[in-house]
């Protein structure tokens, strides 16, 4: 088990999935400052709300990794928390 922490931008978006060949959602989160590679985390596809509160909330999805040219799917889950409003 991963666990990450990691500050940056939640986007969610939907994308054509050539591996599917279907229109997928996709989480993505993105740092900051980084304009090279800022995908922080490997995406999240599929995601779906899983729980939310006034701290936060979880999605569920899948995340892919390939490994020797091969790509597998794992059920993945990610806790995101709100960032306070301080004005």
Same mark, same amino acid.
């Given at each position: 088990? %991963?666990?990450?922490? !990691?500050?940056? $931008? @939640?986007?969610? *978006?939907?994308?054509?999935?050539?591996?599917?060949?279907?229109?997928?959602?996709? !989480?993505?989160?993105?740092?900051?400052?980084?304009?090279?590679? +800022?995908?922080?985390?490997? +995406?999240?596809?599929? +995601?779906?709300?899983?729980?939310? !509160? +006034?701290?936060?909330?979880?999605?569920?999805?899948? *995340? %892919? @990794?390939?490994? %020797?040219?091969?790509?597998? $799917?794992?059920?993945?889950?990610? @806790?995101?928390?709100?960032? $306070?409003? =301080? =004005?």
């Amino acid at each position: 088990m %991963r666990q990450t922490s !990691a500050i940056g $931008e @939640l986007l969610v *978006e939907e994308l054509q999935d050539e591996l599917s060949r279907r229109t997928v959602r996709v !989480a993505r989160l993105r740092s900051l400052g980084r304009t090279v590679n +800022p995908d922080m985390l490997p +995406p999240l596809y599929d +995601p779906q709300l899983l729980w939310m !509160a +006034p701290q936060g909330f979880t999605l569920g999805g899948t *995340e %892919r @990794l390939t490994t %020797r040219g091969k790509m597998t $799917e794992y059920g993945q889950t990610w @806790l995101v928390r709100l960032k $306070e409003n =301080t =004005t």
